[in-house]
């Protein structure tokens, strides 16, 4: 199994983001897919959540509004577009796949099973 996060960089407070998580490995659309952030000094924060199906999804109060998380079945893919960035926001930014297939949404981090590498996100005021 194999996640790949990338898309950050460097932008400035009210910016926006894109960021991809590609996959391979795994029944990708059986799985719910999840991403975390870890800032400096702070422990790891569940921030968006997408069921296998797309259904619903689900976010951080932190981030509720300004971030929507979607997929992309058919490429095993998942996407986090970041608007109206704050410095707060800043971050390495990691995917991760639900550990167990067919099930509902966590920001449990230890009901996740692979890890994607991060991806940083830096947003300057």
């Known amino acids: 199994v194999q996640l790949q996060a990338s898309g950050g960089g460097?932008?400035?407070s009210g910016g926006s983001l894109r960021l991809s998580c590609a996959t391979s490995g795994f029944t990708f659309d059986h799985y719910?897919?999840?991403w975390f952030r870890e800032a400096p000094g702070k422990e790891l924060e569940g921030?968006?959540?997408?069921?296998?199906?797309?259904?619903?999804?689900?976010y951080a109060d932190s981030v509720k509004g300004?971030?929507?998380i979607s997929r992309d079945n058919a490429k095993k893919s998942v996407y986090l577009q970041m608007n109206s960035l704050k410095?707060?926001?800043t971050?390495?930014?990691?995917?991760?796949?639900?550990?167990f297939?067919?099930?509902g949404c966590s920001f449990d981090r230890s009901y996740y099973q692979y890890w994607?590498?991060?991806t940083l996100v830096t947003v300057s005021s």
């Open 10 to 12: 460097l932008v400035q």
């Open 32 to 34: 719910a897919i999840g």
């Open 47 to 58: 921030i968006a959540c997408i069921p296998n199906s797309g259904s619903h999804t689900y």
């Open 66 to 68: 300004r971030f929507t």
């Open 87 to 89: 410095p707060e926001d």
């Open 91 to 99: 971050a390495v930014y990691y995917c991760a796949v639900l550990r």
């Open 101 to 103: 297939s067919g099930g």
């Open 116 to 118: 994607g590498q991060g």
